[in-house]
């Protein structure tokens, strides 16, 4: 049986051998981040995929962010360690069900929280990512806009932009929202004057009591950066085990444990090893008219993100 250092080298050995490029979500776990060559929130990898030089990329996250990896790459082959790594959301909403809504709000501009399905990408207008939502929302030349799928996030950008009217749907992440004022309640009881950081798809009665609302990166580079020592962190439990081992001499205690996400934590060092090897995963394949129609939302995320 080999240890976790020994697996972790011949991934290494075997990427480069192989021209193979691993991008790592920050959800996901430390052994698997540290052997990969960009790690980050979905905006960062993104815009890390499209610049990818390797002829093989292995997306270490969810489903939908190896499907953003392939419509940036289509040359490339893209792979997915562990096929069963989806996205809760991102499989609320589908092509015909927006289709139709869109028939309803034919002056609104489709912004799509990149937690969709490529499928989906391809009615839609403009991408955003947790991290650039206000930020692209503010930018985009309507007033209008029609905010998919995630309800919480838009709820977050409608409260930072009271100009725009934005039309939002029931969808969103179950884990996330899962986090109730009361979960709130009691974090600060256990720890009193710890800074609460949270996901902005946790629910507007949450981000309302936070001390900041931003992305996993947004989350980490705060903590981080930041002269405070204690830290209740609102976002995937993954992120309060990354934070307290990059600042030991911080205390970083998790909201809830209700806050795991089975999907991201499907993946394992050893689906990266098998993926590597060339003996498991599962190769993206999506047409070319879905690559060339999803493109044009994720490179207008990316130009309005610039
Ligand atoms: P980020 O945009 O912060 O990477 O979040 C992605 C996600 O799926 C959070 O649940
Ligand atoms: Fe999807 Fe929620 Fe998991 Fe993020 S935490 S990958 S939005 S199910």
């Known amino acids: 049986m080999k240890t976790i250092a ?4 011949e991934i290494l ?38 610049n990818v030089k390797n002829q093989n990329i292995i997306m270490s996250g969810v489903r939908f962010m190896a499907e953003t990896c392939k419509i940036l790459s289509p040359e490339k082959r893209v792979f997915l360690p562990n096929p069963d790594a989806g996205c809760q959301m991102a499989d609320q909403m589908d092509k015909e069900l927006i289709s139709e809504v869109k028939k309803q709000y034919p002056d609104h501009t489709v912004v799509a929280y990149i937690n969709t399905t490529a499928d989906l990408k391809t009615i839609c207008d403009v991408c955003v990512t947790s991290s650039s939502a206000v930020d692209i929302c503010k930018k985009i030349d309507n007033d209008k ?16 932009l009271p100009d725009k009217s934005l039309k939002l749907l029931s969808g969103g992440c ?24 949270v996901h902005p798809e946790c629910k507007p009665e949450v981000c309302e009591l936070a001390d900041y609302v931003g992305s996993t990166s947004g989350i980490m580079n705060y903590a981080i950066n930041s002269d405070k020592k204690d830290f209740i962190i609102g976002t995937e439990i993954s992120i309060q085990e ?25 993946t394992t060092l050893y689906d990266l090893y098998h993926c590597v090897k060339g003996e498991s995963g599962e190769e993206i394949i999506l047409s070319d008219d ?16 610039n």
């Open 6 to 9: 020994e697996i972790q080298n």
């Open 13 to 50: 050995r075997l990427k480069k051998e192989k021209d193979i490029c691993i991008l790592a979500h920050s959800y996901q776990a430390r052994e698997i981040l540290e052997v990969a060559d960009f790690t980050g929130d979905s905006y960062k990898l993104s815009v890390d995929a499209a």
């Open 145 to 160: 806009l029609l905010f998919i799928p995630d309800c919480n996030l838009g709820a977050f950008v409608q409260k930072q």
């Open 174 to 197: 179950p884990i996330h929202a899962c986090v109730n004022p009361d979960d709130v309640k009691k974090a600060r009881e256990l720890h009193p004057g710890a800074e609460l950081l």
């Open 242 to 266: 990354h934070l307290q081992y990059i600042c030991p001499n911080k205390n970083f205690y998790y909201l809830t444990n209700k806050l795991i996400c089975p999907n991201m934590r499907t």
């Open 290 to 305: 879905t690559i060339r129609d999803a493109k044009k939302c994720i490179d207008e995320m990316i130009r309005l993100g």
